[in-house]
């Protein structure tokens, strides 16, 4: 279980409910990324933390999407009031150093908001 | 937003073949250039990446060619094989490592 773990791998809600998607890093890797990728797009830079602190929120496309990473570690993305246009696979991503360049990818979370 | 532009959109390439992927840049920050693997249902995964300071860069059959001028960078795969058909993602990022990714370009690769 060395790679970066995310929760749930599937969810189905409804139009107007509340999502929480959790991300678990590689153990030790400082930056972790959030990205959304609809089906045949390349994936949607989201947010981007580094340590605790998010270091690039210019991707969130509207305050109904929020993110945190309290302990430096895990990550839950928040998705309010969710739109049948949110459905998309969430992806996070982790790297070692923010230098390195390097990205770790999950496997994503699938949303489907009906 | 699209700060990467690639091309084609598909490819498909005959067993042996080689294939050739090309990707476009607007931002000059911009430092590091990778492209990754995604097969369906899977994350996408680091297959071979370059800075600037070369123009290219070769591991094994996968090989970047960069041109800092154009602002352009491509992938080539030589020897092309049925296992490497899946969807290739080309990305950049600067100093402040937010990397973009480009729109994708799904290979099939034809025994």
């Known amino acids: 279980g060395a790679g970066v773990s995310q929760t749930p791998s599937n969810k189905v809600t409804e139009k107007g409910k509340y999502v929480e998607l959790r991300c678990d890093p590689i153990?030790?890797?400082?930056?972790l990324y959030w990205y959304r990728q609809s089906l045949g797009q390349g994936p949607e830079f989201l947010i981007y933390f580094q340590g605790t602190g998010a270091a690039d929120d210019s991707g969130l496309p509207n305050d109904r999407f929020f993110a945190v990473r309290p302990e430096g570690s895990v990550s839950t993305l928040k998705i309010q009031r969710t739109e049948r246009g949110d459905s998309a696979v969430y992806l996070c991503?982790?790297?070692?150093?923010?230098?390195?360049?390097?990205?770790?990818f999950g496997e994503g979370s699938r949303l489907t908001v009906l | 937003q699209q700060q990467v532009k690639q091309s084609p959109q598909s490819l498909i390439v005959q067993k042996g073949g080689i294939s050739i992927i090309n990707c476009a840049y607007e931002?000059?920050?911009?430092?590091?250039f990778p492209w990754y693997q995604q097969f369906p249902g899977k994350g996408p995964a680091l297959l071979i990446a370059i800075r600037p300071d070369v123009s290219e860069k070769k591991e094994g059959r996968f090989t970047i060619s960069f041109n800092k001028s154009a602002k352009q960078f491509s992938l080539h795969i030589m020897d092309s094989q049925p296992g490497d058909s899946a969807t290739y993602f080309c990305?950049?990022?600067?100093?402040?490592?937010?990397?973009?990714f480009g729109a994708g370009t799904r290979l099939t690769v034809k025994p």
């Open positions: 991503a982790s790297s070692p150093s923010w230098k390195t360049g390097e990205l770790f």
């Open positions: 931002n000059t920050a911009f430092d590091y």
């Open positions: 153990s030790g890797h400082t930056a």
């Open positions: 990305a950049a990022s600067g100093n402040n490592n937010d990397m973009r």
